[in-house]
């Protein structure tokens, strides 16, 4: 039998037509994750899989696909969800989707920030719950974003980049941490971390997992932040000590966070949910309808290229 193409998750409806296309059988799980099991068995025999960021791809994953495969063509940006050592040393090319979903990432970004700074959810809240209410000159005071605020970007690549273009329409000043490939025409002051920490009105994070930025933001260095500051997540949920963060929301550290990523995912911990100072997405940053086609639709041009014999558009290894 020929090796089929194995989706542990269901993409979008053009691009399952694509894979359908690629000349393999198909074997596809529904919308919700598969389990372990499901996951090692159906990926025997693969010859590409064209995963998510929710399934696990480490070295019991890629013995039991087999030799056979080629390719896992991974629907996100980050891939720390696969071990690419292990994949490279089984021949196996690895490849992720920059580049598609930098805007949806950066809309969401300024969202959670403008949400948690105005107190959009206070404001909701109250008016649900009928509470009688008066206008005055002290009420539910927020942070001015273009009132001389500071963003501090933490991960200055293509996504840290246009959340900058869009604060910069809110007249904030930039600070970013140091970049290999600075831009040269961008209005941003570079700085390292705790500096950042240190001057920034909000806190915006874009660094990508790895063992050396996993709990980068802990109890140091909120404790290095304002008092009135904002930490926004819209990386990965293992950048961010969440004890540390609810001590730190609670204790008055810092004054508010938004966080569409957590480190227990799907699971939230249940003292953010408790707190009113949090605004809470559940990882939306690509959910946009065009985002997630352009998304779905160079997973499956990638695993299609391996297939092929010719270089992925976008790989990792």
Do not use: Q
């Not at 809240?125 to 927020?142: F, I, K, N, S």
């Not at 790895?210 to 109890?219: C, G, Q, S, V």
């Not at 938004?258 to 959910?287: I, K």
Request: charge should be negative; include cysteine; glycine fraction near 8%.
């Amino acid at each position: 039998m020929k090796p089929h193409v194995y989706v542990p998750r269901l993409l979008t409806d053009a691009a399952m037509r694509r894979v359908r296309e690629l000349g393999h059988p198909v074997v596809a799980g529904s919308e919700a994750p598969p389990d372990r099991t499901a996951l090692l068995r159906d990926a025997a025999g693969a010859a590409a899989v064209v995963c998510t960021l929710t399934e696990r791809v480490d070295a019991e994953f890629l013995d039991a696909a087999g030799p056979g495969l080629k390719v896992v063509a991974n629907t996100a940006v980050g891939y720390d969800n696969i071990d690419v050592p292990a994949a490279t040393e089984r021949g196996v090319r690895v490849t992720n989707t920059p580049g598609v979903l930098d805007g949806a990432t950066a809309d969401l970004t300024m969202a959670l920030i403008l949400a948690a700074a105005r107190r959009v959810l206070d404001g909701d809240r109250l008016l649900r719950e009928r509470t009688p209410w008066v206008w005055g000159p002290r009420m539910m005071l927020g942070l001015d974003l273009s009132a001389g605020t500071t963003l501090g970007i933490v991960g200055y690549g293509r996504i840290g980049r246009a959340v900058a273009r869009r604060a910069r329409a809110f007249d904030m000043a930039v600070l970013a941490t140091p970049t290999r490939t600075p831009a040269p025409d961008d209005d941003v002051e570079f700085a390292e971390l705790p500096e950042l920490l240190e001057r920034s009105d909000v806190v915006s994070l874009h660094c990508p997992l790895t063992e050396a930025t996993r709990h980068l933001i802990d109890a140091a260095a909120l404790r290095r932040m304002k008092p009135s500051a904002i930490l926004v997540n819209t990386a990965r949920g293992g950048i961010v000590d969440e004890d540390a963060l609810v001590e730190a929301l609670r204790s008055g550290t810092i004054a508010a966070a938004g966080l569409d990523v957590f480190e227990g995912e799907p699971e939230v911990d249940p003292r953010l949910v408790e707190l009113d100072n949090t605004v809470l997405t559940p990882h939306l940053g690509s959910a946009g309808v065009t985002t997630r086609e352009r998304m779905c639709g160079l997973s499956v041009a990638n695993a299609a290229a391996v297939l092929a014999g010719r270089e992925p558009p976008t790989p990792v290894n």
